[in-house]
C-alpha cells in the first residue's frame, strides 16, 4: 500500500476578484521508503503541494477538493490540533532556511527534546540520549558539547544538519523536504543530501524532495513529479524523465539547463514565462510556450497519459504515432 | 594583444572591529576582514572571464572593487591602459565610469519600483549628459529595450508588471545605455528558473558578439559559468586558487578545490549516484587558518599546505595556488 496518496488535490486561494487556483487536480503516491522529488519553476506550486500535505496552507488558502490519504487515512480535513499531532510524529518537514525554521531563543537540546517528548514517551533523560545520538546521525561532531548550543552558534550547513535531526525526532514515516539546500553553497549541499539520503534510509522514511534544481533530483530521487502553472505536465521514474521526457515542457526544461560536461553555443530556451495564476490558459496551460501545440491543446487540458515509463499530461500522447520532438 | 581590464593585486580589507569603547574596555585589538586578498588577472577585449567561488570568498567584492564602489586597499585596476581608481576620483571619472557598468543579482531589488521602467532606462543616459533632447531619449530607451528582445511600448510600465527573466534584461538594458565596454555581471542569473536563466545567458552572448562586449561574470553555478566564460577563475577565501581557460579548468582541474567543487555538482547524468562529498566547511574569514587556506580540507594538504602560504604561480598554462601541484604531488 501506499504511504501517502494524494488524490485530485485542489488548492485554492479565495481572493477579492476571484478565486486563484494554487494546484489544479494534482495526484500522485508515495510508497514507502520512496524518494519523490517535485520539481518546477517559481510559482508552479511545488511548496503549496507541500504545504497542504503537511497542513500548513497560510489562509486563506485551503484545500477546495481532494483527498490526502497517510496509510489509507485521510488527512486533508483534520483540524489544527489533530493535525498538530500527526505533524512532526508521522510526517517531518524540512524548510529551505534553517536560520528561520530554529527558535533563536532555545538551545538545540532543548528544541529536540521538546520535540521528542511531544511524540515520544520518553523521560528527560531518555529523551535527551536520543537528542545526541540523532545529532550524531546528522553528523554533528561532539554532539554532547554542541547540544547546548544556540542556532546562531551553528553554520548554515551544521544548523541543516540540525533540523534534519529535528525531523527525524520522532520517527516519522514522511519527511517534506521543502528545498532543503537551496541556501547551501554547493560543497555543503553536496554533504546535506547524502546525509538526508542516508539517515532517511536507516530510518526508513520516505521523502517528498522539493527543489528547482534537477541536479539534485537526478541524485537523489528514485521518482519524480514536474508541476507546472498548479498541474502536474509529468510524473515517472527518474532516468526516465531526464534521458526520455514524455511532455514537451519536462524536454524544453531539460535542455534548458546548462551542463558541466559538454560545451553548447547557445541554451534551449522555452520562450516566455509561466503563466500566471489569474490567467492561465484554456486547455494545456504550457500550449502557448509550446512548440508542438496541436489544435486540440487550446480547448482540451489533458489528463495524464501513459508515455513509455513515465506518464505525461499532454496530448500528443493519445496518439501513439505522434513522437515528441528533441529539443535541438 | 593588451588586456582591456587588468587587476593587479587587489586586495580589499574591511574594519569590522568592536566600538572604540568596547576595545578600550575589553582590551581587544583591532579586527580586520581580508575580504579580498591580493587578486591579479586579466581580460582581453571581447572575452568573459567567470569569478566562481562559495559565498563570503570574494567574488562580489571583487566585482564592486572592479566598477569603483570601492577603493582596493591595496593594488590597482588598469582599465584599457589607464590607472582607473586614480581617475575614479578626477572629473575625467564620470566619463570612464560609463565605460564600465554593472548588472545586479536580484532584478526585484535592483530597479526602482516607483519608477517607469523609461525613466530607469534613460538615467545614464542623463546622468552622463550623453542625451538631453526628451524625443531623442524616447527613442534611445527603445532601441535599448528591442535591442534585449523587449517591446518599445514597454518603457511606460512599471518593473512589477514584469516577470524576474523580464527585469533583469531591464537592468541589462540600463547597463548597456551608456555604451559601455567593459561590464561586470555579479550573478546576473541565479534568481531566475532555468528556463528563464537560458533566455538571458542567451541574450548576454548575442550581445557580447554584435557589441563587442567584455564580460567579468561572477557565479557559484559552475554549468552556467562553463557555458558563458572564455576563462575561469577560482576563489577560495579571497584568493584566487586556480586561473585557467575554460577547456582546461573543466577538461583537467588540478586544483584540489577546484576538483571538489566540480566534484560537488550534483549530475544529470548520474542517476542515483553514492557518493563521499568533501567533509568541512569554508573557515571563518576572520581567522583564516595558516598556510594555504585549503589546508584542513585538502586531502593533499602536508606540513608546508600548514605552514606556507601558496602564491600563484604560471604552471603549464595555467595559474595555480597549490603546493602539491608545484612539487608534483597530485
Given at each position: 500500500?501506499?504511504?501517502?496518496?494524494?488524490?485530485?488535490?485542489?488548492?485554492?486561494?479565495?481572493?477579492?476578484?476571484?478565486?486563484?487556483?494554487?494546484?489544479?487536480?494534482?495526484?500522485?503516491?508515495?510508497?514507502?521508503?520512496?524518494?519523490?522529488?517535485?520539481?518546477?519553476?517559481?510559482?508552479?506550486?511545488?511548496?503549496?503541494?507541500?504545504?497542504?500535505?503537511?497542513?500548513?496552507?497560510?489562509?486563506?488558502?485551503?484545500?477546495?477538493?481532494?483527498?490526502?490519504?497517510?496509510?489509507?487515512?485521510?488527512?486533508?480535513?483534520?483540524?489544527?490540533?489533530?493535525?498538530?499531532?500527526?505533524?512532526?510524529?508521522?510526517?517531518?518537514?524540512?524548510?529551505?532556511?534553517?536560520?528561520?525554521?530554529?527558535?533563536?531563543?532555545?538551545?538545540?537540546?532543548?528544541?529536540?527534546?521538546?520535540?521528542?517528548?511531544?511524540?515520544?514517551?520518553?523521560?528527560?533523560?531518555?529523551?535527551?540520549?536520543?537528542?545526541?545520538?540523532?545529532?550524531?546521525?546528522?553528523?554533528?561532531?561532539?554532539?554532547?558539547?554542541?547540544?547546548?548550543?544556540?542556532?546562531?552558534?551553528?553554520?548554515?550547513?551544521?544548523?541543516?544538519?540540525?533540523?534534519?535531526?529535528?525531523?527525524?525526532?520522532a520517527?516519522?514515516?514522511?519527511?517534506?523536504?521543502?528545498?532543503?539546500?537551496?541556501?547551501?553553497?554547493?560543497?555543503?549541499?553536496?554533504?546535506?543530501?547524502?546525509?538526508?539520503?542516508?539517515?532517511?534510509?536507516?530510518?526508513?522514511?520516505?521523502?517528498?524532495?522539493?527543489?528547482?534544481?534537477?541536479?539534485?533530483?537526478?541524485?537523489?530521487?528514485?521518482?519524480?513529479?514536474?508541476?507546472?502553472?498548479?498541474?502536474?505536465?509529468?510524473?515517472?521514474?527518474?532516468?526516465?524523465?531526464?534521458?526520455?521526457?514524455?511532455?514537451?515542457?519536462?524536454?524544453?526544461?531539460?535542455?534548458?539547463?546548462?551542463?558541466?560536461?559538454?560545451?553548447?553555443?547557445?541554451?534551449?530556451?522555452?520562450?516566455?514565462?509561466?503563466?500566471?495564476?489569474?490567467?492561465?490558459?484554456?486547455g494545456c496551460?504550457?500550449?502557448?510556450r509550446c512548440?508542438?501545440?496541436?489544435?486540440?491543446?487550446?480547448s482540451?487540458?489533458?489528463?495524464l497519459?501513459?508515455?513509455?515509463?513515465?506518464?505525461?499530461?499532454?496530448?500528443?500522447?493519445?496518439?501513439?504515432?505522434?513522437?515528441?520532438?528533441?529539443?535541438? | 594583444?593588451?588586456?582591456?581590464?587588468?587587476?593587479?593585486?587587489?586586495?580589499?580589507?574591511?574594519?569590522?572591529?568592536?566600538?572604540?569603547?568596547?576595545?578600550?574596555?575589553?582590551?581587544?585589538?583591532?579586527?580586520?576582514?581580508?575580504?579580498?586578498?591580493?587578486?591579479?588577472?586579466?581580460?582581453?577585449?571581447?572575452?568573459?572571464?567567470?569569478?566562481?567561488?562559495?559565498?563570503?570568498?570574494?567574488?562580489?567584492?571583487?566585482?564592486?572593487?572592479?566598477v569603483?564602489?570601492?577603493?582596493?586597499?591595496?593594488?590597482?585596476?588598469?582599465?584599457?591602459?589607464?590607472?582607473?581608481?586614480?581617475?575614479?576620483?578626477?572629473?575625467?571619472?564620470?566619463?570612464?565610469?560609463?565605460?564600465?557598468?554593472?548588472?545586479?543579482?536580484?532584478?526585484?531589488?535592483?530597479?526602482?519600483?516607483?519608477?517607469?521602467?523609461?525613466?530607469?532606462?534613460?538615467?545614464?543616459?542623463?546622468?552622463?549628459?550623453l542625451?538631453?533632447?526628451?524625443?531623442?531619449?524616447?527613442?534611445?530607451?527603445?532601441?535599448?529595450?528591442?535591442?534585449?528582445?523587449?517591446?518599445?511600448?514597454?518603457?511606460?510600465?512599471?518593473?512589477?508588471?514584469?516577470?524576474?527573466?523580464?527585469?533583469?534584461?531591464i537592468?541589462?538594458?540600463?547597463?548597456?545605455?551608456?555604451q559601455?565596454?567593459?561590464?561586470?555581471?555579479?550573478?546576473?542569473?541565479?534568481?531566475?528558473?532555468?528556463?528563464?536563466?537560458?533566455?538571458?545567458?542567451?541574450?548576454?552572448?548575442?550581445?557580447?558578439?554584435?557589441?563587442?562586449?567584455?564580460?567579468?561574470?561572477?557565479?557559484?553555478?559552475?554549468a552556467?559559468?562553463?557555458?558563458?566564460?572564455?576563462?575561469?577563475?577560482?576563489?577560495?577565501?579571497?584568493?584566487?586558487?586556480?586561473?585557467?581557460?575554460?577547456?582546461?579548468?573543466?577538461?583537467?582541474?588540478?586544483?584540489?578545490?577546484t576538483?571538489?567543487?566540480?566534484?560537488?555538482?550534483?549530475?544529470?547524468?548520474?542517476?542515483?549516484?553514492?557518493?563521499?562529498?568533501?567533509?568541512?566547511?569554508?573557515?571563518?574569514?576572520?581567522?583564516?587558518?595558516?598556510?594555504?587556506?585549503?589546508?584542513?580540507?585538502?586531502?593533499?594538504?602536508?606540513?608546508?599546505?600548514?605552514?606556507?602560504?601558496?602564491?600563484?604561480?604560471?604552471?603549464a598554462?595555467?595559474?595555480?595556488?597549490?603546493?602539491?601541484?608545484?612539487?608534483?604531488?597530485?
Amino acid at each position: 500500500m501506499s504511504l501517502l496518496q494524494v488524490k485530485n488535490l485542489v488548492v485554492e486561494f479565495p481572493h477579492r476578484r476571484g478565486t486563484l487556483r494554487a494546484l489544479d487536480d494534482v495526484s500522485f503516491d508515495i510508497a514507502p521508503g520512496e524518494i519523490l522529488g517535485v520539481v518546477g519553476e517559481s510559482g508552479a506550486g511545488k511548496s503549496i503541494t507541500g504545504a497542504a500535505i503537511i497542513g500548513l496552507l497560510e489562509p486563506p488558502g485551503r484545500i477546495a477538493s481532494g483527498q490526502i490519504l497517510l496509510e489509507g487515512e485521510r488527512i486533508d480535513h483534520l483540524g489544527p490540533e489533530q493535525m498538530r499531532r500527526i505533524r512532526g510524529k508521522r510526517i517531518g518537514a524540512i524548510f529551505q532556511d534553517p536560520l528561520t525554521s530554529l527558535n533563536p531563543l532555545y538551545t538545540i537540546g532543548q528544541q529536540l527534546v521538546e520535540t521528542i517528548r511531544t511524540h515520544l514517551p520518553l523521560s528527560e533523560k531518555q529523551a535527551q540520549e536520543r537528542a545526541v545520538s540523532l545529532l550524531r546521525d546528522t553528523g554533528i561532531p561532539a554532539p554532547e558539547q554542541r547540544i547546548d548550543h544556540f542556532p546562531h552558534q551553528f553554520s548554515g550547513g551544521m544548523r541543516q544538519r540540525v533540523v534534519i535531526a529535528l525531523a527525524l525526532a520522532a520517527e516519522p514515516k514522511l519527511i517534506v523536504a521543502d528545498e532543503p539546500t537551496t541556501a547551501l553553497d554547493v560543497s555543503i549541499q553536496a554533504q546535506i543530501i547524502t546525509l538526508l539520503k542516508g539517515v532517511c534510509k536507516q530510518h526508513g522514511a520516505a521523502v517528498m524532495l522539493i527543489t528547482h534544481d534537477m541536479g539534485v533530483i537526478a541524485e537523489t530521487c528514485d521518482r519524480v513529479a514536474v508541476l507546472y502553472a498548479g498541474r502536474l505536465a509529468e510524473i515517472g521514474p527518474v532516468h526516465e524523465v531526464i534521458n526520455h521526457p514524455a511532455h514537451p515542457y519536462t524536454a524544453g526544461l531539460m535542455a534548458a539547463i546548462p551542463d558541466i560536461t559538454q560545451d553548447r553555443e547557445r541554451l534551449n530556451q522555452i520562450d516566455g514565462a509561466m503563466p500566471r495564476l489569474n490567467a492561465i490558459p484554456p486547455g494545456c496551460a504550457f500550449h502557448p510556450r509550446c512548440p508542438q501545440a496541436l489544435a486540440q491543446c487550446k480547448s482540451e487540458r489533458p489528463e495524464l497519459l501513459g508515455a513509455g515509463a513515465t506518464s505525461a499530461a499532454c496530448w500528443l500522447h493519445a496518439d501513439k504515432s505522434v513522437t515528441l520532438r528533441e529539443p535541438a | 594583444m593588451t588586456a582591456l581590464v587588468q587587476a593587479n593585486d587587489l586586495a580589499m580589507t574591511f574594519d569590522v572591529s568592536a566600538p572604540w569603547l568596547n576595545r578600550l574596555i575589553e582590551r581587544r585589538p583591532r579586527t580586520l576582514l581580508r575580504a579580498v586578498d591580493g587578486v591579479s588577472f586579466e581580460i582581453e577585449k571581447g572575452k568573459t572571464l567567470a569569478l566562481v567561488g562559495e559565498s563570503g570568498c570574494g567574488k562580489s567584492t571583487v566585482a564592486r572593487l572592479l566598477v569603483g564602489l570601492h577603493e582596493p586597499s591595496r593594488g590597482n585596476l588598469v582599465f584599457d591602459g589607464l590607472d582607473a581608481h586614480a581617475i575614479f576620483k578626477t572629473p575625467a571619472g564620470l566619463k570612464l565610469r560609463s565605460r564600465i557598468q554593472m548588472i545586479f543579482q536580484d532584478p526585484y531589488a535592483s530597479l526602482n519600483p516607483r519608477w517607469l521602467v523609461q525613466d530607469i532606462v534613460a538615467e545614464p543616459l542623463i546622468e552622463h549628459g550623453l542625451v538631453s533632447d526628451p524625443a531623442e531619449l524616447r527613442a534611445r530607451v527603445g532601441v535599448l529595450l528591442s535591442d534585449v528582445g523587449l517591446s518599445p511600448l514597454d518603457s511606460f510600465k512599471y518593473p512589477h508588471q514584469f516577470s524576474g527573466g523580464q527585469r533583469q534584461r531591464i537592468s541589462i538594458a540600463r547597463a548597456l545605455a551608456t555604451q559601455p565596454e567593459f561590464l561586470v555581471c555579479d550573478e546576473p542569473t541565479s534568481a531566475l528558473d532555468v528556463s528563464v536563466q537560458a533566455q538571458v545567458l542567451n541574450i548576454m552572448k548575442d550581445l557580447q558578439r554584435k557589441l563587442g562586449l567584455t564580460y567579468l561574470f561572477i557565479s557559484h553555478n559552475l554549468a552556467v559559468v562553463r557555458h558563458v566564460s572564455d576563462q575561469v577563475g577560482v576563489m577560495y577565501l579571497g584568493r584566487l586558487v586556480e586561473l585557467a581557460d575554460k577547456q582546461a579548468l573543466f577538461g583537467s582541474p588540478r586544483h584540489p578545490y577546484t576538483r571538489m567543487l566540480i566534484d560537488a555538482i550534483p549530475k544529470m547524468t548520474d542517476t542515483g549516484r553514492a557518493r563521499t562529498p568533501v567533509q568541512g566547511e569554508v573557515p571563518n574569514p576572520l581567522n583564516p587558518p595558516l598556510g594555504c587556506a585549503f589546508n584542513p580540507r585538502c586531502p593533499h594538504a602536508n606540513e608546508r599546505c600548514r605552514s606556507e602560504r601558496p602564491n600563484l604561480l604560471a604552471l603549464a598554462g595555467i595559474r595555480i595556488a597549490c603546493h602539491a601541484v608545484e612539487e608534483g604531488r597530485i
